[in-house]
């Protein structure tokens, strides 16, 4: 018999953990780089503001409309109030998360591909692996602690392994880098970052 697993309480953790480190983010930091190859401060925190504002979308019906995932559109409100227009966005994620039929909706996400969905235990899911990771993407970025408790640590680690590895995560635009090989300690966070591409020991360089 499939059973629903509802990860949302861990979740809840995670992203208010998440709007905690980017609480201290300024509008200074925003050209730091970070861990996403690519990106600066900013460029992330618009990534992660519009995901949240598009997965809240698709949780209430409406996320197939490519727009409301563009991160073009959050770009002056990240620049002129990082930390305010991320908490805001945070808080629009869990309301609609929150909804009582969210883990059974279907949820459309086009970035996936044309007509793509996922069923709203799955979706939520892979919000939780992504807002964990970058929680530490940013963390790192200014030099902050992340403390996420262990029990959402051992909550998202079986998704995050989940994660299919492969040449195709070399490609531009793939969410994660290729699994980095680690030694057999791994554990914890440090695994689910090794096996998403991220180095533990990564620094910053200043600018």
């Known amino acids: ?39 600066d401060l900013g460029d992330l925190l618009a990534h992660m503001t519009v995901q949240h504002h598009g997965f809240a979308a698709s949780a209430r019906g409406h996320g197939a409309d ?16 990082p930390a305010g227009t991320y ?28 007509g793509a969905t996922a069923p709203g235990e799955m979706a939520i899911g892979f919000h939780f692996v992504d807002y964990v990771v970058h929680a530490w993407d940013v963390a790192r970025t200014i030099g902050a602690p ?19 590895d492969g040449e195709f995560r070399a490609a ?17 966070l440090e695994r689910i970052l090794l096996h998403l591409g991220r180095s533990p020991a990564w620094e910053p360089t200043r600018v």
Do not use: K, Q, Y
Request: with cysteine.
């Open 1 to 39: 018999m499939n059973t629903i697993s509802d990860f949302r309480p861990s979740h809840r953790i995670a992203i208010h953990t998440s709007v905690d480190v980017v609480s201290a983010v300024t509008v200074d930091d925003l050209r730091r780089p970070t861990p996403c190859a690519g990106w």
């Open 66 to 81: 490519l727009a409301v995932w563009d991160a073009a559109s959050v770009v002056d409100a990240v620049s002129r109030d």
């Open 87 to 114: 908490a805001t966005a945070a808080a629009d994620v869990l309301e609609a998360f929150a909804a009582d039929d969210a883990l059974t909706a279907s949820f459309a996400l086009p970035e996936f591909g044309p």
């Open 146 to 164: 992340l403390d996420l408790p262990d029990d959402v640590i051992a909550a998202v680690l079986p998704l995050a392994l989940a994660v299919a």
């Open 172 to 188: 531009e635009g793939a969410p994660f880098r290729p699994a980095i090989d680690g030694d057999d300690s791994a554990a914890g």
